[in-house]
C-alpha cells in the first residue's frame, strides 16, 4: 500500500500514481515525456465564459473536497480508484491536498482537485456537471493559485480542453526544472478566500 509521503516523494521526483481502473487495486507510476501545465493567473477565458460568468449564478467554494473527489471517481471510465481516494482524504486532512467545488444556483456544476506541495499545485481531475462547470473551475483555481503564491499549474497530460484554457507542454527535462524551483519556494492554499463570481469577473476583465 502506498502512503501519504511516499506520494508526495513521488510528486516530487516529477511522477505521479493512476490505477487502470476504479476496479484495478494496483498503483503505475506515471512519468510522460510531455508534461501539461497551465499559466498560473493566466488561464484563459473565452468572451462567450466571461459572459456567462457574469450572468451570475456562480459561486466557488473550498469546503468540498470528499464531494469533488467522489464526482470526479463516479465515472464509467476512471483512474481513481479506492486506494488512490484514501491518500487524497488523508493528504487533504495534511493539508496537501485542496478541491474547489463550483456551484450553479446552489447545486454542483464542477470543480478540481489537487495536490500541494511547496508552490506547485498538481491538479489530479476535474469534473463538470453542468455546461461550462469545469471551465469555471479552472478560472477560479488559476486566480486562487496566484494569489496564495503557487508557480506551479500542473495538470499532468495536456488535452483539448485545456489547450484551449492556455494549457501547454513541456518536455520532461524543462518539466523538471520547473518543478524543481516551485518546490524550493512555500505558498498556502488557505491563504486567501476564493472571490465572488463578480470579483473575479473584475479581475479576468482588467488584465484581459
Known sequence: MLTPAQLLKGYARGVFPMAESADDDRLYWFDPPLRGVLPVGGVHASRSLLRDLKRGGWS????????????????????????????????????????????????????????????????????????????????????????????????QFLTPHLARMGGTELPRSAYRVRLAAAL???????????PSAHQLWQDISQTS
Not at 481531475?125 to 486566480?143: D, I, N
Not at 524550493?184 to 476564493?194: C, I, Q, S
Open 60 to 155: 466557488a467554494h473550498t469546503d468540498g473536497f470528499h464531494a469533488v473527489v467522489a464526482a470526479c471517481a463516479d465515472r464509467e471510465t476512471t483512474w481513481i480508484n479506492a486506494e488512490l481516494t484514501d491518500l487524497y482524504y488523508k493528504l487533504h486532512e495534511a493539508g496537501h491536498a485542496h478541491a474547489i467545488s463550483i456551484l450553479h444556483d446552489g447545486h454542483l456544476a464542477g470543480g478540481i482537485f489537487g495536490v500541494t506541495l511547496g508552490s506547485a499545485f498538481f491538479g489530479e481531475s476535474m469534473v463538470s456537471q453542468r455546461t461550462s462547470g469545469s471551465k469555471m473551475a479552472l478560472l477560479w483555481a488559476s486566480h486562487h493559485l496566484r494569489r496564495c503564491g503557487f508557480t506551479l499549474f500542473d495538470t
Open 184 to 194: 524550493r519556494r512555500k505558498a498556502d492554499f488557505t491563504a486567501h478566500l476564493l
